[in-house]
């Protein structure tokens, strides 16, 4: 007992380390203010005022698969009520459910009013190269055939801000977007001289398993990265949310493109990472108005999106697994089994009584820190007890992660893994193929970019909207 009440003791003062401490990571009170005509509440004085003239915005939009998401989401990115101009660029990364078939026919919809300077491109990828410049993860692939499409090589000569003035928004083709939300983003990049501006997708909790896991996810992200610390430009830790990167084109330009991040499977943080280290100036927070629309219905799907990418969070190795695992089992579980414990031995010995009251103190204070993110998903603080058993859930999906890495199924998504090539449909292959003969294809022309050499003409499909 006195091993334990010592233990007990331990992780309650780790717990009010990170209430304290730890970027105030548990508060969720980074947040972007809208344009003033959009919120009631006044813009802080950095952003006070809108910039005179809009830069010009490309937003990538990777796309595998999506083909049931897109009318929900395309529409509301395509419609942002942005004073400047506006290119979305979709990459259908070889798709085989009719992904550009849809947003072709979604981008050739009827204009909308006040939405002039629109453009949207359909572009079909290929899968990624192999050679000198190193294999390429699949979604920053797509990311670079992007840029590539927009005139931005993937690998420009470093330090080269040839480019000019303007940004690109890196989105997930399941994001729907508020009508204001760019106009903010970019409001607040140019207002506080942001390189780059990240908001956290509030994502679905629509059923029962997506009410227990999704706001634990975000809670231990934020716990992960504290956005706090992200935002302090002096601060060594970097993030990002892949659903919502608004990025300069010149910290793009001097960081050469995505090459950097060419093999990265959890492409945001890489990115994040990226940008402080050339003294970037990074911003992430929370937003209602970034939603992702992606459903989770099943208990195994919610456990896939997270065993997908655990383990490399991990960078693949067992003995960062083995702590990990042990400082959850630590932090989270030991202190409501000291209260349990404690309780039962009652307060007869004094090791005992610091057990209950140890235990009972990491506990509440743990609790406490999950109130306001149950708040913004609008659960009820009823359910903050919980959250040592949410937590030995991502511990079984993080052991899960790294058996599945060890079973050659590591990052599988959508046909795709860490070690598999991408799969795709004869007619993809064809362009793969001619892409590799020199002949044509967006992808043979970012992978030129890459190799430092020129190719012209590309396929793609563009409608004015």
Known sequence: MLALSIACTAAAAVWAYLVLGHGRYW?????????????????????????????????????????AMLPATLPTLVGQDYPGALTVILVDDCSSDGTAEVATRLAAGPAR???????????????????PAGRW???????????AAAGLPPAAAAG??????????????????????????????????????????????????????????????????????????????????????????????ASGGLAPISSARIDDVALGRMIKRQRGRCWLGLSTSVVSVRPYPRVADLWQMVSRSAYIQLNYSPWLLAATIAGLL???????????????????????????????????????????????????PLRAPGLPLIAMLYAAMTVDSARRHYA??????????????????????DRERAARDGRSGIGWRAWAMVRGSTAAGYGEKISGV
């Not at 980074?30 to 937003?59: F, K, T």
């Open 160 to 253: 080269d801000r040839s480019a000019g003035p303007g940004y690109v928004l890196f989105t997930d083709a399941d994001i729907a977007w508020g009508a204001g939300t760019l106009r903010a983003l970019v409001c607040a990049a140019e207002g506080d001289d942001r390189d780059l501006v990240s908001q956290m997708a509030l994502l679905r909790t629509a059923t029962r398993w997506e009410r227990v896991v999704v706001p634990a996810f975000v809670y231990f992200f934020a716990q992960l990265y504290p956005f706090r610390r992200v935002n302090a430009p002096g601060s060594r830790t970097a993030a990002a949310a892949g659903g919502c990167m608004l990025v300069r084109r010149g910290a793009l330009d």
């Open 27 to 67: 508060r969720a009170g980074e947040w972007l203010p809208a344009p003033r005509a959009r919120l009631p509440r006044p813009l802080p004085p950095r952003c006070a005022g809108e910039p005179s003239s809009w830069p010009d915005v490309v937003a990538v939009v990777p796309a595998r698969n999506e083909a």
């Open 330 to 380: 630590f932090i989270y579980a030991l202190p409501p089994a000291g209260a349990i414990i404690g309780l039962a031995a009652g307060p007869a010995t004094a090791p005992a009584a610091l057990t209950l009251g140890a235990g009972l103190a990491g506990w509440a204070l743990m609790s406490l820190t999950y109130v306001p993110m149950l708040r913004l998903y609008r659960l009820s």
């Open 408 to 429: 050659g199924r590591g990052a599988e998504w959508k046909g795709r893994t860490d070690r598999a090539r991408l799969r795709c449909a004869p007619w993809q292959r």
């Open 137 to 147: 993860a699949g979604k920053v692939w797509a990311m670079a055939q992007g840029l």
């Open 113 to 131: 009013p006040g939405r002039a300077g629109r453009a949207v491109r359909v572009i079909a990828g290929v899968p990624p190269p192999r050679g």
